[in-house]
């Protein structure tokens, strides 16, 4: 408890588990999570049972901050559909809600000591692999939960969990079924192959051939609508000096930092609390502190009896020792008698909305301040960003007084001595690279004000760093392409057709006289064939195509083969014999790996059950959307 809330709650894993935690929460609707206004109608019901409005407000905002995450420093709220997510979110509640329901009609319960063991029993909530009561309020806190709200959660997913995993773990597959499947994955086949090169066939297309699939196809050459725009750029990165830092102010700094060294001690302490709970309130809890005050201040020693009956599972076991900490890391009453004691001195009773505290001083120790030779870069470094943030915040303002007053981009580039650019064109889907890779760039250039009545835009932010301000220069229309313009496109495509329907006629001719009896190595001719025996499914030394067509391949009788064509993904065919199935032998097959497919297709017929049941009680329940 108490114990280096920032550094343990702010971890990787936990920030991960906490985030799905938060996720599900909103989709199983607490109420409590968000504080809205009551009263609205319910955007579905679930037989009877509503799904609020605010459960469905909730759980659409966490799932758009976590689209705009992933989007990163670009993201573009914009570019999300409102309707189709809050479908999403809203489809995702009443499923669930249908499950749910489902649990508790069959009497499946989740009790509160069962709540209480997941809770002890989760990392996230430990310090030093013991359960932290503060570290694990201070977890829920960090995303607007309290235990009981937690707990609710539990409850709810542990429910929908007993019904899902029935069908999972009581799935199952025969002996038989699995023998079958383990020899066809043991199953090897023999093959003999050769290879027709995509670029074997020497072809083109002719003058009368290219225009005619021109005409034909006319529509599709026409130019995308695109557009040339100019631009101020104003980057913070062009704004930080370091040779703008005064040596006043960066002494005023180290002083800053000097100041901060002084407050900044560490204090190792350990201390016994005394829970106030549903099984001892307030009153009864302050009575038995005072008495275990009492027995710390007649001698007794202080880490057995925190031991013995501090309520801090956390820190009990080492004797409520709760390690070095600094300010800022504790709740305020806790800290504030913490630092007021002097080395070795106990405290009086501290109450804290955990319940009642008794603290001891076990050790100070302060942090040494760099000399200022050592701390000048540093520092230099520091105040030249904070003046260029400064100065990045002024000069976007006038940057956007500039641009909205001014007709052209002139002026604000004269003031702001901030140079004109001008861009490659791009359509309205912007462009890889360049100012344009940005998609509100891409938005702005083509609304209506900028576009047509040839304004400034207002500054757009690409980033935190930097903002931009656009002025179309060109608008390049839609326009039918001449046949001179894309003549060599078209000879491509039409060359590249006929190289393919080459191919497949040579490949074609190649099987049909395999059929008649003609050697595979007179059929190939100058290409080389490649004889394989033993081939098992995923074999690497084999082309993936062929791989994969050859275990699909019909058996051949007894004596013949079997022939096949096979895409190549190169654009080349392949020519593909199937001499033999070879079956895998029954001695060949082991114990383990009987088992570990036996789980595996266990686990997916199990998954498919539970999905059967959740659509046959979702298409049964009474549903109501508004």
Partial sequence: MLQSIRDNSQGIVAKVIVGLIVVTFALFGVESLVSLTGGSNAPATVNGVDVSERDLYQGVELQRRQLL??????????????????????????????????????????TDAMADQMVLATPEFQVEGQFNRNQYEATLRNVGLTPLMYREYLRKENLIAQERNALLLSSFVTKESLQQLVELERQTRDVAYFTLPADSADVSATDEEIAEYYEQNIAQYMTDEQVIVDYLLLDKANLASADGVTEEELDAQYQQLLAGYQGDELRRSAHILVEISDQQ????????????????????????????????????????????NGKDVFVGPFEDALFSLNEGQVSGLVETEFGYHIIKLLEVKTKEAPSFDEAKDQLRQELAAQKAEATYVTERDRLADLSFSSGDLEEPAAELQLEIQTSEAFGRAGSVDGIAANSRVSQAAFAAEVLSDGVNSDV???????????????????????????????????????????????????????????????????????????????????????AARLFAMPHP?????????????????AVVVLKAVNAAADAEIEEAQL??????????????????????????????RL
């Fill in 460 to 546: 757009i932010d690409l980033d935190n760093n930097r903002s931009v301000v656009i002025r179309v220069k060109e608008h390049l229309r839609p326009r039918q392409q001449e046949l001179a313009e894309v003549k060599d496109l078209i000879a491509g495509q039409l060359a590249a057709e006929k190289r393919s329907d080459a191919l497949q006629q040579a490949a074609d001719d190649a099987v049909a006289k395999l059929l008649d009896g003609a050697e595979l190595a007179v059929v190939a001719g100058d290409q080389q064939v490649i004889e394989k025996s033993d081939v098992a499914r995923g074999d690497q030394q084999v082309d993936p195509a062929i």
């Fill in 281 to 324: 309130d307030a009153a009864a809890a302050q009575e038995k502190a005072q008495a275990l005050l009492d027995r710390v201040n007649a001698g007794e020693d202080f880490a057995a009896l925190a031991k013995e009956a501090s309520d801090d599972f956390g820190s009990a076991d080492q004797g409520g020792d709760l390690g070095f």
């Fill in 595 to 624: 088992k570990a497919m036996a789980g595996f297709i266990a686990n997916g017929r199990g998954q498919q059950l539970y999905q059967q049941q959740l659509n046959e009680l979702t298409a049964k329940a009474e549903i109501e």
């Fill in 69 to 110: 995450a992933q989007m990163g420093e670009n993201a573009d709220p914009t570019q999300i559909d409102e309707n189709m997510l809050r479908g999403v979110v809203l489809d995702s509640l009443i499923q669930q809600q249908v499950m749910l329901q489902s649990a508790q009609n069959q009497g499946l319960a989740f």
């Fill in 557 to 573: 009788a007894e004596g013949q083969a079997t022939y096949q064509v096979v895409d190549l993904f190169d654009g080349g065919k």
